[in-house]
């Protein structure tokens, strides 16, 4: 029941954004057109940004599901770009009102998770510090990240596959050879 409602509160909330911006929606506007009680609403969220933050983990895990590979990561970079499209007032609205950092903060956690998995494999059989796998990560969670906000705020034109296949050139192999610098069992190779 806990998800249904969580669920409800979200579909409200993209709802209202296609009729007004974020920070003009309040609470009793969700609850309002959701049908439930103020007092359900806090049981699950303690303000709307912490439903936005919930909303857009949500939408990211579904973009994701299984694509944290280096062969499919390209495949996971475009369904972000299509979850993003999907939700595009909530995204947008998001973006351009007072919580903008709710938006970067979902496309790094989702960035991240996809690029330490294709880190995670490409280390295989190697000795890499932790703190050294979570750094090659960040860097190309950043520059991802950087590319998707400039998408955004371009209105979302450009077809996602082509920026994809443009980073996937910049891409290919510089993972192994980033881990590779940062090996601790040279002599062992």
Not at 97 to 126: F, H, N, P
Request: hydrophobic content about 40%; some cysteine.
């Amino acid at each position: 029941m806990s998800q249904t409602t969580k669920r409800a509160l979200e579909v409200s909330l993209k709802n209202l954004l296609l009729q007004k911006p974020l920070d003009k929606i309040t609470i009793s506007d969700i609850t309002e057109d959701c049908g439930i009680s103020r007092m359900t609403f806090y049981y699950h969220f303690k303000d709307i940004y912490d439903l936005v933050e919930w909303a857009c983990v949500e939408d990211a895990s579904k973009a994701l599901k299984g694509k944290k590979t280096y062969d499919t990561w390209q495949q996971g970079f475009v369904q972000i770009c299509e979850a993003v499209i999907a939700n595009k007032p909530f995204i947008m609205n998001v973006y351009h009102s007072v919580c903008r950092e709710q938006v970067e903060l979902y496309l790094y956690k989702l960035t991240y998770d996809l690029i330490i998995g294709v880190v995670d494999e490409k280390a295989t059989g190697m000795t890499i510090r932790d703190e050294d796998k979570m750094f090659i990560a960040d860097f190309y969670k950043y520059a991802f990240v950087g590319l998707m906000l400039d998408w955004i705020k371009n209105g979302m034109r450009e077809d996602p596959r082509r920026i994809v296949d443009r980073l996937d050139l910049l891409v290919h192999g510089n993972i192994t050879s980033a881990l590779e610098h940062f090996r601790t069992d040279k002599s062992l190779s």
